[in-house]
């Protein structure tokens, strides 16, 4: 099984440049993450899905925006890139959201926004 | 606040035993996850611990101290392969998981 696949690997984007990362699991997994991940730093929460048709926003949402459709989708986009959203993203899922749940994650994508 | 503490980085020998520690303060506590990260991968799990004690998972131990916001990961019998760096995660009262920045474990032969 493929789990979960993200696109694209990396990317160069110019700043104020619009781009939308995509991420697809065949799990069936209603909970679906998006994280960061910076040097020094932990993984940071950017937004999360619950279920399919919910979104809430984690600790760091300003600047992206994420939609749920479908169980399978979770895309993240980002309106007008900044040089600060250079970073590797990485998509999560989980089988629900509750004590005990493990995530787990696609192999991210790396964004150098110029 | 929030804060989950590790440290930056450890080394070890083959076939030698390492302890990595973790500290926590969170709002909340629904059990403490810890995954395993290669160089330019993903995070894969590795253990979760939400009651007091010990975990044995082969090689792989972890151990969980609720009074005290602790938890520590023992790999024993290490192997080259386990040059990876190491995340502690401690799921929060919503559920959310609060991330530690990481031990770079480091194996010599």
């Known amino acids: 099984t493929a789990g979960i696949t993200q696109a694209p690997t990396s990317q160069i984007l110019a700043a104020g440049r619009s781009m939308t990362l995509r991420c697809t699991q065949d799990m069936r997994h209603n909970a679906m993450y998006w994280y960061r991940q910076d040097l020094g730093l932990g993984l940071r929460l950017i937004h999360y899905s619950n279920t399919a048709g919910t979104t809430g926003k984690g600790e760091v949402p300003d600047g992206y925006s994420v939609s749920r459709a479908n169980t399978d989708d979770f895309p993240l986009t980002l309106a007008s890139a900044v040089p600060s959203q250079t970073s590797v993203y990485f998509c999560?899922?989980?089988?629900?959201?509750?004590?005990?749940?493990?995530?787990?994650f696609g192999p991210g994508t790396r964004l150098t926004v110029l | 606040g929030q804060n989950i503490d590790q440290p930056t980085e450890m080394t070890a020998t083959e076939g030698a035993i390492v302890q990595i520690n973790c500290t926590y303060q969170?709002?909340?506590?629904?059990?403490l996850f810890w995954y395993q990260q290669h160089a330019g991968e993903a995070p894969t799990f590795l253990s979760y611990n939400v009651l007091d004690g010990l975990e044995e998972k082969g090689r792989f131990s972890s151990f969980l101290s609720r009074s005290k916001g602790y938890s520590y990961l023992l790999l024993k019998e290490l192997q080259m392969k386990d040059s990876a760096s190491y995340l502690c995660a401690v799921s929060d009262s919503n559920y959310q998981l609060i991330w530690g920045a990481g031990t770079k474990l480091i194996i010599k032969p």
């Open positions: 969170t709002s909340g506590f629904n059990g």
């Open positions: 999560a899922s989980s089988e629900m959201t509750g004590a005990g749940d493990t995530q787990y």
